[in-house]
């Protein structure tokens, strides 16, 4: 079955480290997101990508970088920039420049210890 | 003023009855309109696109009103299954990249 894939399901990170999300799939979608969700908030755009080897900032890049190397994969990296990582990430794909809706993969709930 | 706004809610019914959500928006040259639903703790999902004519979708109905700027979700007879955040989801106008910007979402508690 063709879908987004992100792993881990959960992550804890130390403070100052550097952590990498995964985000995979396998459904030929050009485009590809990295949305942040805060209890009780709506989703922020942190990251995207339309093609290979080009991404954008999103509202909240600060603190976070991204690589598109392949069409399917779009790993996301929490620095220790970022003061205040804690929160559900979701990674989404979709068709690219046509207007469609997204489709998400499962998100990586992040905490800091 | 927020890019899109609903009201969080929450909106506690009781099952069978028929419940509305509403949502703004500010930018009158948004095209693409959806409503997702996102359970607790999970990914949102597509629940249905929004289209001029307005569509329904068995219980669901969604509405679009461009010159009030505001959509609409209709569920009639709400069963328990329904309880989840409804998210009110708009097209970016500022690029053709696809890009949606997402409500706050309206919780919905369907009780017995």
């Known amino acids: 079955d063709g879908g987004i894939t992100q792993s881990p399901k959960y992550l804890f990170r130390k403070e100052g480290q550097n952590v990498t999300l995964s985000c995979e799939q396998n459904l030929n979608h050009d485009a590809m997101y990295w949305y942040r969700q805060d209890p009780g908030q709506g989703l922020r755009l942190i990251y995207y990508s339309q093609i290979v080897n080009d991404f954008q900032k999103g509202d909240i890049a600060e603190g976070y970088s991204v690589s598109r190397e392949k069409k399917e994969s779009f790993p996301l990296t929490v620095t220790s920039a970022q003061k205040n990582p804690t929160a559900f990430y979701l990674c989404?794909?979709?068709?690219?420049?046509?207007?469609?809706?997204?489709?998400f993969g499962s998100g990586t709930r992040l905490t800091v210890v | 003023r927020k890019e899109v706004e609903q009201d969080p809610g929450p909106f506690n019914v009781p099952e069978g009855a028929t419940v509305a959500f509403n949502c703004t928006y500010s930018n009158s040259a948004s095209q693409s309109f959806f409503w997702y639903r996102q359970d607790c703790r999970k990914e949102p999902k597509l629940l249905m696109s929004?289209?001029?004519s307005g569509n329904e979708d068995g219980r669901f109905t969604a509405q679009l009103n461009r010159a009030s700027q505001y959509i609409s979700l209709l569920i009639r007879d709400s069963k328990l299954s329904d309880s989840a955040t409804y998210l009110c989801?708009?097209?970016?106008?500022?690029?053709?990249?696809?890009?949606?910007?997402f409500g706050q979402g309206t919780t919905l508690q369907v009780k017995p």
């Open positions: 989404a794909s979709s068709p690219g420049r046509k207007l469609y809706g997204y489709t």
């Open positions: 929004v289209y001029s």
């Open positions: 989801v708009v097209n970016r106008v500022s690029s053709n990249t696809g890009k949606l910007i």
